[in-house]
């Protein structure tokens, strides 16, 4: 199974940009979907973006479409998010995880999954 560490989360004023990076562990890294995932305190962790195993579609999260932008590397094991025009709502733990998309857009971590890594905090505030 994959294994994942996530880096790159920080404090920011709305606004600004962050870019977080998620490094895999075993061979089946490009065998997955990759996504990240974001918890804000109090609430569940839901999915925010999906790329599929070639990195030729990625899908968004409505609340995050035209300022996030996913990108892997299926060589390096690598997983990175582009955020910018961070806003306040964007405050939250993010993870890096294998995903899907089910019907209707929403996006799931693969059901097997159980090595959520520790994730990296992202903090978007004045």
């Known amino acids: 199974q994959v294994q994942v560490l996530e880096s790159g989360g920080g404090l920011v004023q709305p606004g600004e940009s962050l870019r977080l990076s998620c490094t895999a562990s075993g061979s089946l890294f490009s065998s997955y979907a990759m996504g990240w995932f974001r918890q804000a305190p109090q609430k569940e962790r839901v999915g925010i973006a999906c790329t599929t195993q070639s990195g030729g579609r990625t899908w968004y999260e409505d609340s995050v479409q035209g300022r996030f932008t996913q990108f892997r590397d299926n060589g390096l094991n690598t997983l990175a998010l582009q955020m910018n025009s961070l806003k306040p709502d964007d405050t939250a733990m993010y993870y890096c995880?294998?995903?899907?998309?089910?019907?209707?857009?929403?996006?799931?971590?693969?059901?097997?999954?159980?090595?959520w890594g520790q994730g990296t905090q992202v903090t978007v505030s004045s």
């Open positions: 995880a294998p995903c899907v998309v089910i019907p209707g857009g929403s996006i799931r971590a693969v059901s097997s999954f159980n090595s």
